[in-house]
């Protein structure tokens, strides 16, 4: 026979700060009517049985810790909408990188250029790639011409990091979005007015 083997203990799926969970012998109570009131853990626990809710200690670290009454169904469902909605709001910049080659024409240029302002509205940095093929890399200071007029095309939207560089066989640029677009606003444009301009003063 095979000897028995020892597999650790399952880890129980119990609610930590919860009711009976809750290890301190003292909490500040709070209530929905809005009492605050500093008591036995057994004593809030029971009163919060008493209104049919759960206590849920809601900061432990504090001196002494907070627990509040309340139904921990819809207080777990309220705690991860919140975090949704913050996961929703924080935006993650990201680098786009877009591919060049020294001989780009003006249809292709265009059309990453218009990629380009796209990514800055969103908050995102670009990265402007030339590859050089063969003897291309002969010609190097065409690349970097290229570079340089794509980030000059930007100035609206991004702010150019930089001088371009080399790097074995590709030039490159930076591009970081200007403040106006970090949240994915797009820029004011000027307000016409038809107001005829006051006389300058005599």
Do not use: C
């Not at 877009?98 to 990453?112: E, I, Q, V, W």
């Amino acid at each position: 026979m095979y000897p028995g083997r020892n597999f650790p203990p399952r880890r129980q799926n119990r609610r930590e700060n919860v009711n009976e969970s809750i290890r301190v012998r003292e909490v500040r109570a709070v209530f929905p009517d809005g009492t605050t009131e500093v008591m036995p853990t057994a004593v809030a626990l029971r009163k919060a049985q008493d209104l049919g809710l759960d206590l849920v200690l809601i900061a432990p670290t504090a001196v002494p810790p907070v627990a509040k009454a309340v139904d921990f169904g819809h207080y777990q469902y309220d705690l991860k909408k919140k975090q949704h909605d913050a996961r929703k709001k924080q935006h993650v910049v990201q680098v786009k990188e877009l591919k060049f080659r020294p001989n780009t024409d003006d249809h292709d240029y265009d059309f990453k250029k218009n990629h380009a302002i796209r990514f800055l509205q969103e908050g995102n940095r670009v990265k402007a790639v030339v590859q050089f093929r063969g003897r291309e890399i002969a010609h190097a200071d065409l690349g970097k011409k290229l570079l340089m007029r794509f980030g000059a095309d930007l100035t609206a939207y991004g702010t150019v990091e930089g001088m371009p560089r080399m790097e074995g066989r590709n030039a490159h640029v930076l591009i970081s979005p200007v403040k106006t677009f970090v949240k994915g606003d797009k820029p004011e444009k000027p307000e016409k007015s038809d107001k005829p301009a006051p006389p300058a003063a005599s």
